[in-house]
């Protein structure tokens, strides 16, 4: 015999530890008639029997795979319902939800590894994306120095997107850059000046692949490409003096927008 049989009925308080759901929830489903207690005490207070029990496990049964209480009360009264229809058509949206969690979990694997190595390529990707002078090094190195940052996760996002073509785009986008920045030099382009300013606005563009560059932060990190042997080795391989001929055209464009070189601050 059931505790319902031998009682006469459970109470709200006993169903819903035998049934694993809250008084609340059986509260809900009484009033809205979807599985009501049959007996009362002399009290006044509700009891379930064996058979209101039974009712109860279907509707939590239905609830776990993901029916709603109304699709559930068609189910359990409906004899036209076609039920295994139902269940078929709940299999195929929780086969679609598990699709959707699975590649949101290997997004957050993605995100997850990028946060920690900067770049998801392999050493021969990054090789044929970055060159021969390529260390693949550097990476883990950035992130030693710059893991806490707000720039680095900024970065690991963008990187979590990012294949071998999409890194491809935007290495030809600096390098592109970086050939404009020798012909304008070549050209006397004076700083300041309309060309000057729109090669300064195409860095941060540019730039901007990898983390949003302000002009301050733009006038700090050229200071860095004259002053640090190997940014200033990269530019200058470009073209002898392009390192500082650089600051000055991101310094001169800094002035124009209200903003002191000698002052500027990584922000």
Not at 46 to 64: F, K, M, N, P, S
Not at 71 to 94: F, H, K, N, Y
Not at 165 to 192: C, F, I, K, S
């Amino acid at each position: 015999m059931s505790d319902a049989d031998e009682a006469g009925g459970l109470t709200v308080g006993q169903a819903s530890a035998r049934l694993g759901v809250t008084v609340r929830a059986l509260h809900h489903w009484d009033e809205i008639g979807l599985a009501r207690p049959s007996l009362r005490t002399t009290a006044g207070y509700r009891l379930y029997t064996a058979g209101d029990l039974e009712r109860l496990h279907r509707v939590v049964v239905y609830r776990e795979i993901g029916l709603g209480l109304d699709r559930i009360r068609t189910v359990l009264d409906d004899s036209t319902a076609d039920v295994p229809g139902a269940l078929r058509a709940q299999r195929t949206q929780v086969a679609e939800r598990i699709a959707r969690l699975q590649r949101l979990s290997a997004g957050l694997d993605r995100m997850i590894d990028a946060h920690e190595r900067g770049l998801l390529l392999t050493v021969e990707q990054q090789a044929a994306v970055f060159g021969p002078q390529w260390n693949p090094d550097w990476p883990a190195e950035a992130r030693r120095r710059y893991g806490g940052t707000t720039q680095w996760q900024q970065y690991a996002e963008r990187s979590a997107s990012r294949g071998p073509e999409e890194w491809q785009a935007v290495t030809d986008a600096m390098a592109d850059l970086d050939r404009a920045l020798g012909e304008a030099m070549d050209a006397v382009v004076t700083p300041g000046s309309p060309e000057a300013d729109q090669l300064v606005e195409r860095h941060r563009e540019v730039f901007a692949s990898y983390f949003p560059l302000t002009r301050q932060m733009q006038v700090c990190l050229a200071r860095t490409f004259e002053t640090d042997p190997g940014f200033a080795a990269h530019y200058d391989g470009i073209r002898t003096g392009l390192a500082a001929w650089f600051r000055r055209i991101v310094d001169a464009g800094a002035r124009a927008h209200g903003i002191d070189p000698e002052t500027a601050t990584w922000q």
